[in-house]
């Protein structure tokens, strides 16, 4: 995965269109559940996901033209967006 800009000329395939949410906060190891809760609501609504996670945070990636219903969703679920 990288940057647009970044992909090797050589790359035998490529998706584009992604757009990235980040956990906010520092995601300790004991937490469990919380990315699983996040890609379920979104799974139940028909979006598909990316995840990426690192020592300390997640990472959901949608693709551009799920979006707007990501965030819909999420939010009717309670969760808060923070740009």
Known sequence: MCVLDNVPSAAVSREDGWK???ICGTLDFSLICILSKLT????DNGIGVFAISTYDTDY????SKDLELSVKVLKDAGYVFRQ
């Open 20 to 22: 990235a949410f980040r």
């Open 40 to 43: 379920t609501i979104l799974a």
């Open 60 to 63: 959901i990636l949608v693709k």
